[in-house]
């Protein structure tokens, strides 16, 4: 079993449109969560982390289910600009720096107006 | 804003050769890295460095590669004999290792490597 899996997509969608991504992830000792963006051939950017009680960052919300090993990411009022890769990120250990971050290999989205 | 800073941006080798990358991690930052991605594929954890040594490494991460903080402000990965399949993105980042926004990662732009 794949350590993180997403759906690779893509995700065609119109301006304004909500989107969803999902992720899970096999370890279930895993502490950390995070959504990643990467543009075509361009550095991981960070999203957002993505805690247990669920949080949310202007038009992003992300949600873990430690239970179902399942991470989430809801995009509302999608813009042209959010056309990218979303990486899903598992830190296996809790604010420990210099581990491993192990990465889905990402669900593509694309933006149409 | 403080960024991670790689060269080469690009770089074209023959198999067999060695090569070196470079990058500057963010000045106050505790922990460095180096990540890689195949095209096509997912980003793939190398190596992290901190206190002047290797702390957690890959299995990709074998005999060929070598990482180094020659100075106060470099951190490089040295591949030693280059083989096609090493043809990918390699990217350097850093953190700063302390609580927990400390451990945000920041991935440089990028080193393109193509070995032929």
């Known amino acids: 079993r794949k350590e993180v899996e997403q759906d690779p997509g893509p995700f065609n969608v119109p301006e304004g449109a909500t989107v969803a991504f999902n992720c899970t992830y096999s370890?279930?000792?895993?502490?950390?969560f995070f959504w990643y963006r990467q543009d075509c051939r361009k550095e991981p950017k960070l999203l957002m982390s993505?805690?247990?009680s669920g949080n949310e960052d202007g038009r992003f919300t992300a949600q873990l289910n430690r239970a179902s090993q399942y991470i989430s990411l809801l995009i509302r009022d999608s813009k042209l600009s959010d056309s990218a890769t979303y990486l899903c990120v598992v830190n296996p250990r809790f604010n420990q720096a210099g581990t491993a971050l192990i990465f889905g290999k990402g669900t593509t989205l694309s933006v149409s107006s | 804003e403080p960024e991670v800073t790689q060269t080469p941006s690009h770089q074209v080798t023959q198999m067999g050769q060695e090569v070196i990358l470079r990058c500057v991690p963010i000045?106050?930052?505790?922990?460095f890295y180096w990540y890689r991605q195949i095209l096509g594929q997912k980003v793939e954890f190398l190596v992290s460095?901190?206190?002047?040594?290797?702390?957690?490494k890959s299995e990709i991460f074998d005999d060929q590669f070598s990482v180094e903080r020659p100075d106060g402000s470099n951190f490089t990965l040295k591949i030693r004999s280059t083989k096609l399949e090493d043809s990918a993105m390699y990217f350097c980042a850093s953190s700063g290792g302390g609580r927990s926004s400390g451990n945000t990662i920041y991935f440089g732009e990028g080193s393109w490597l193509t070995v032929v």
């Open positions: 000045s106050n930052h505790l922990y």
């Open positions: 993505v805690y247990s």
């Open positions: 460095f901190y206190n002047n040594e290797i702390s957690e």
């Open positions: 370890n279930s000792a895993s502490q950390s």
